[in-house]
């Protein structure tokens, strides 16, 4: 029988995929008995991929196009099977569609508090959650090494490791940072991206990639936002003693306004208050002298520096000057060491710090003539 008398008894397989849900990865293409015709249409969308695996083995990869399936577009196929009688029965083999575009609005975040070594505050504990974008860049290798035979795979069975190795990298990018608590949220952005280009080599060799990883918020535990907040309000108040006074002529007039009972109360309170006043100045209102003040208390002394040393590409520190000076009699510390402070922009030479470079001139110079 010739070739196109067989194909004029059989329809024409159009062979393509519409996704109308927001989170599959994998969908595959379903034929009784996986019978394929020859000659059949394969549409695929730009987004997709489409993967041929013929009796367990991968055969072919599908860019976005329309192709007729024939014997000269499909030399991996042929070669595995060594169709010489140019497929005039239907072949059986499975086609699996693979979404390659971005899945969006990914959830990642810290199920437990990650504990670092903060500059400020000493040992802290922290939270942070964020959104990620993730992408399939290469449709074999994820067949391979995620899908396999899941006729539908979705993001969700996925994304649970995905966030693993996020969280993961996340603690041990943010620990060996040395990046003040109070400093993150303007270094996020950095953040975010040091740590996408930290997992990539792990996410690759799924066949993935994360285009995109923000961290939205970085938080304290409850007690120290809490302890946070009154260092903040006490900032705010200033000089504490006008502020009580403020307060007191503030409730003072309130009350004042209230109900006639408790305002007559309120105004003969005045009243013994500034008759004890005027009882203390003297007669005929004299003000008696006044004794010697008090001679004011010396100021506290500043508060210490402690310093970050910054060697091979890791950090060490917290240091007291007093521990900077030993370093330098025992020549762990140099004029060219990098060294860093709170307040102080970005990591600079020992010797370029006015503080530090006292410690150099105390050992005297080599003799004359050495």
Excluded: C
């Amino acid at each position: 029988m010739p070739f196109f008398d067989f194909l004029s008894g059989e329809f024409i397989d159009v062979i393509h995929w519409v996704d109308d849900t927001r989170d599959t990865m994998v969908w595959r293409f379903e034929r009784q008995g996986h019978a394929i015709k020859y000659g059949a249409k394969l549409t695929v969308r730009e987004g997709q991929a489409a993967v041929f695996v013929h009796e367990g083995q991968i055969a072919d990869v599908f860019k976005p196009g329309l192709y007729m399936l024939e014997t000269n577009n499909m030399p991996v196929m042929t070669t595995l099977q060594h169709w010489d009688h140019g497929f005039r029965s239907p072949f059986k083999s499975e086609i699996y569609f693979v979404a390659t575009r971005r899945f969006t609005d990914l959830k990642w975040g810290t199920k437990n508090p990650v504990m670092l070594r903060d500059p400020e505050f000493g040992p802290v504990r922290l939270r942070a959650f964020g959104t990620y974008t993730a992408r399939v860049t290469d449709p074999a290798r994820f067949m391979t090494e995620i899908v396999g035979t899941d006729g539908e795979f979705t993001m969700d069975e996925i994304s649970f490791q995905v966030r693993n190795v996020i969280v993961q990298e996340f603690n041990r990018v943010v620990a060996s940072s040395g990046i003040p608590v109070l400093d993150m949220a303007a270094n996020t952005a950095d953040l975010g991206k040091l740590v996408a280009s930290e997992i990539s080599a792990t996410i690759a060799g799924y066949g993935l990639t994360l285009p995109e990883l923000y961290i939205e918020n970085i938080s304290l535990p409850p007690a120290v936002e809490a302890a946070l907040d009154k260092r903040t309000a006490m900032g705010v108040v200033g000089d504490l003693d006008r502020y009580t006074r403020y307060a007191a002529a503030e409730a003072m007039g309130a009350a004042a306004q209230s109900d006639g009972g408790m305002a007559s109360g309120m105004g003969a309170g005045i009243g013994m208050a500034m008759g004890q006043a005027m009882a203390q100045s003297g007669p005929w209102g004299q003000r008696p002298a006044q004794p010697a003040a008090a001679p004011t208390p010396p100021p506290p002394p500043p508060a210490e520096h402690v310093w970050h040393i910054a060697e091979n590409g890791a950090t060490s520190g917290p240091f007291s000057r007093a521990a900077m000076g030993r370093m330098v009699t025992e020549g762990r510390l140099t004029r060219q060491t990098h060294v860093w402070t709170a307040g102080q922009d970005g990591w600079l030479l020992a010797e370029d710090v006015t503080e530090l470079a006292q410690l150099f001139t105390v050992m005297p110079p080599p003799p004359p003539g050495a």
